[in-house]
């Protein structure tokens, strides 16, 4: 898939811009703080209906504005369609597809599918456990739209149950508005466990489906790493009953999760929050280095691994969504975000060979001889607010 032309109002930094684009590479190039990014955010955006900088839509509409438009023509298959969304901090926004509104702006995600390569992918490594559960959760909806609805409902059961468990905690003990916070706490107990019994299945087998992708595709961007040395093993927060595999059974893990629960239910008073659930779950990262240099012992990588190990990994979990995604038979389209400014010559190299043959990969750079020579497409120069169509800059 690709997009063929992306309009803009009052998005980030844009007033407006119009921008026609052509399957293959495409490179925007400009100074620091031009717009460069802010163009392939907007494409980010309506995949995901959220943004890999920032965590809510306010910052996203120009500033003065109330309101940020993308529209952009996708191509699938030969096919057009023109999506638009209405971003409107405060109030609900609007999707349109073909300029017929839809009922839900969430069923406008996946319709577009992008894999983005940042240098805030470092995170996925180096930072918190939320950060790798919203890099597998934004992957499970980009395959599976639905589970957006199902990763939605599961943060509102969370929240409503954190504010009972506040009120029966702090309530004095044996007291009448104890009680009933107790008694309506076993109705959302049930909730929790079933919506995240799906979101849990659902983890599990992503984690299984990505693992091979992700020792494949560190291999290739690690110098010297074999297909065995990088591996990935969901964390849950409880132990998982015996002999669950990746096509874990609901009704199982639901029980499981009901009977945690309620083991924990002291623990969870005493504190106020929810702490058996997917929202405490990891995505382990380790790397072995043969038998030779550790004895064959697998080490987390946070904490551990080098600065070009964790670069190396995260470029890898990226290029492993993104093969995932082809095996599904579908091309996204690549974005990569200021990359290549971070990695050395050869990786860089290497990089570019990698996703030099996607249908459309959108490069941005401040710097045109940081682009490697591999993926010399069409390019655009940034500045000022205004996109240009240029000849090689370098
Ligand atoms: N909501 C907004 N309203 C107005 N301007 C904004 C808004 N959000 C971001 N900007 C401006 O957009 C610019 C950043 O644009 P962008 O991140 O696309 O830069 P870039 O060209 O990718 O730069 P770099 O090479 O440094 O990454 C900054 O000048 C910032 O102040």
Redesign the pocket.
């Given at each position: 898939m690709y997009v063929s032309h992306l309009v803009l109002h009052?998005?980030?930094?844009?007033a407006a811009a119009d921008v026609r684009l052509e399957p293959g590479v495409t490179a925007?190039i400009?100074?620091?703080?031009?717009?460069?990014?802010?163009?392939?955010?907007a494409i980010d955006y309506l995949s995901r209906l959220s943004s890999h900088?920032v965590a809510t839509d306010?910052?996203?509409?120009?500033?003065?504005?109330d309101q940020?438009v993308v529209r952009a023509a996708v191509v699938k298959d030969g096919r057009t369609a023109v999506l638009e969304v209405e971003l409107n901090p405060g109030r609900a926004n609007r999707a349109r597809i073909n300029k017929s509104p839809l009922p839900r702006t969430r069923e406008l995600v996946g319709l577009v599918r992008t894999v983005v390569f940042s240098p805030e992918d470092l995170t996925l490594v180096k930072g918190d456990p939320s950060d790798r559960r919203r890099f597998l959760d934004d992957l499970l909806v980009l395959r599976t739209p639905r589970l957006a609805g199902v990763r939605a409902d599961y943060d509102r059961v969370l929240r409503q149950r954190n504010s009972l468990l506040k009120t029966a905690g702090a309530a004095r003990r044996g007291s009448s508005s104890q009680e009933s916070a107790l008694a309506t706490l076993g109705v959302w107990d049930a909730h929790l466990a079933r919506t995240g019994a799906e979101l849990l299945a659902e983890r599990l087998a992503l984690t299984e489906a990505l693992r091979p992708y992700v020792g494949k595709a560190y291999e290739t961007v690690a110098r010297g790493a074999s297909r065995d040395d990088a591996e990935i093993t969901y964390r849950p927060s409880f132990e998982l009953p015996a002999g669950d595999g990746p096509a874990a059974d609901r009704t199982v893990l639901t029980d499981a999760l009901l009977a945690e629960v309620e083991r924990r239910r002291n623990d969870e008073l005493d504190r106020g929050v929810s702490l058996v659930g997917p929202h405490r779950d990891d995505l382990l990262l380790t790397l072995g280095h043969g038998p030779d240099e550790s004895g064959g012992a697998r080490l987390p990588v946070k904490g551990y691994a080098s600065h070009g190990e964790s670069w190396s990994f995260a470029l890898a979990l990226r290029l492993a969504s993104y093969d995932l995604l082809r095996a599904d038979g579908d091309d996204p389209i690549l974005i990569l975000?200021?990359v290549f400014a971070e990695l050395d010559t050869e990786r860089r190299a290497q990089l570019a060979d990698l996703v030099a043959g996607a249908e459309q990969v959108l490069v941005?750079?401040?710097v045109g001889a940081d682009v490697p020579q591999a993926l010399a497409g069409t390019r655009y120069v940034?500045a000022n607010g205004e996109v240009r169509r240029a000849d090689d800059d370098r």
């Open positions: 009052d998005f980030r930094s844009y925007f400009g100074r620091n703080g031009q717009g460069k990014t802010n163009l392939v955010e900088r306010a910052p996203l509409v120009r500033a003065g504005a940020a975000d200021d941005t750079a401040a940034v």
